[in-house]
C-alpha cells in the first residue's frame, strides 16, 4: 500500500515456512532451512534484490504508506549511504506491551539505544547506535561492500553491520520521520528476555572486536561489580556500607524520577508508577549479565557460530 510508484520496488519474503500471499503482484518468496539466523536470512534476501536500495523491516512491523517516498529523498545526496529511523511501540496495544515500549523509550532505562523506539526531534548523522534494522534503507554499494550482516554476529547483527559500515567510510543517518510500528514483548518474562538477548550479543561482540566497545555498553555491567564489591568490602568496613547505600539512593531516586516522567509525559496510569520503578532495575540487571554472559559465551566458543535461545526478532 506503498505511495511510492509500484513498478519501482519488490517485495521480497524470506521465511522459514511457506508464505500464503498470493495477491501481490512481482512478490519473491524465498524459503530458507530452519537453521539460517536473522542476518543470513537478510543476506539471502539482499542477494535476491535487484534494486540499488535496500529496505529492511522485521515480519512484524507495519509501514505507513509513505515510508519509502520519505525516505528516498535522503538517497539523492549521493553521500548518504543509510537511512532509518525509529520502531515505534503500537500505542493501542494491551498494558503489558505498552509499559515496555514507554521503558525502551526512556534514556534512564535504554541509554542511547532509546531513539529505536521514539522520534527524535531532527534528523542527524549516527555511528549506528540509534538505528534499528527493523527499519533500516541502504544503498546495496554499501551492503555489499562490507559483505553483508556478519553471519556468527548473533544476535546485535545490527551492531556489527553498522560498526563495519561506519569502519568503511559509509554515511548513516537517523531520520525521525522514517519509522515503522513494531509490536515490543511483555512484561515481564519476554521483555527481561529480549534485554538479555541483546546484551547477550553486545557482550560477544566486544569480545570479537574490542574496537566496537564503548563505555555506556558497560555501565549495567560495571555497576554489577560495583554494588557486589562494595558488599564484600562492607563486611569488613562500616564506611563501604554507607557509600553502598548512598549510591543505591541515588540509583533509586533517578529511578523514581523517571517513572513519574513516564507517567506524566506519557500516560497518566498509576499502574505505570510502581511497575516501572520495580521494572527497569531489573532490565538494568537483565543486561548487565547478558552482557557479562556474551562475553563468557564468546571466549567458550558458544557465540562464534552465533547464538539461539530461542527468542524471535
Not at 515480519?59 to 535522503?74: G, Q
Not at 549495567?220 to 564506611?239: A, M, N
Request: hydrophobic share 45%; proline share 4%.
Amino acid at each position: 500500500a506503498q505511495d511510492y510508484p509500484k513498478e519501482k520496488f519488490e517485495i521480497i519474503v524470506v521465511s522459514k515456512e511457506k508464505a500464503e500471499i498470493t495477491e501481490v503482484p512481482g512478490l519473491k518468496t524465498i524459503l530458507i532451512d530452519k537453521d539460517v539466523n536473522y542476518a543470513q536470512a537478510r543476506n539471502v534476501g539482499a542477494q535476491e534484490a535487484v534494486g540499488e536500495i535496500l529496505a529492511f523491516i522485521d515480519d512484524d512491523c507495519m509501514v505507513p504508506k509513505d515510508w519509502l517516498s520519505k525516505a528516498v529523498i535522503y538517497f539523492r545526496d549521493k553521500n548518504i549511504d543509510l537511512v532509518g529511523g525509529p520502531a515505534l511501540p503500537f500505542l493501542k496495544d494491551s498494558f503489558k506491551r505498552r509499559v515496555v515500549g514507554y521503558m525502551f523509550s526512556s534514556p534512564f532505562v535504554a541509554g542511547v539505544a532509546s531513539s529505536r523506539y521514539k522520534p527524535m526531534s531532527q534528523a542527524f548523522e549516527t555511528e549506528g547506535d540509534h538505528l534499528i534494522m527493523a527499519n533500516n534503507l541502504l544503498r546495496k554499494t554499501a551492503f555489499d561492500a562490507v559483505a553483508g550482516l556478519h553471519k556468527k554476529q548473533i544476535p546485535c547483527e545490527d551492531g556489527y553491520f553498522y560498526y563495519k559500515l561506519k569502519n568503511a567510510g559509509r554515511r548513516m543517518i537517523y531520520a525521525p520521520e522514517i519509522f515503522v510500528w513494531h509490536r515490543t514483548k511483555a512484561l515481564f518474562l519476554q521483555a527481561l528476555g529480549k534485554v538479555f538477548y541483546y546484551a547477550l550479543g553486545r557482550g560477544g561482540m566486544a569480545v570479537r572486536d574490542i574496537k566496537t566497545v564503548k563505555m555506556i555498553y558497560l555501565i549495567p555491567t560495571l555497576c554489577i561489580f560495583i554494588v557486589l564489591g562494595l558488599l564484600i568490602l562492607s563486611l569488613f568496613s562500616k564506611t563501604f556500607f554507607y557509600f553502598l547505600i548512598f549510591l543505591l539512593t541515588v540509583y533509586l531516586f533517578m529511578d523514581l524520577i523517571n517513572s513519574f516522567y513516564i507517567f506524566l509525559k506519557l500516560e497518566k496510569n498509576f499502574l505505570l508508577l510502581p511497575v516501572v520503578f520495580f521494572t527497569t532495575p531489573l532490565m538494568h540487571f537483565s543486561y548487565g549479565i547478558g552482557f557479562l554472559s556474551g562475553i563468557l559465551k564468546y571466549l567458550s566458543g558458544g557465540l562464534k557460530t552465533g547464538w539461539r535461545i530461542g527468542m524471535n526478532h
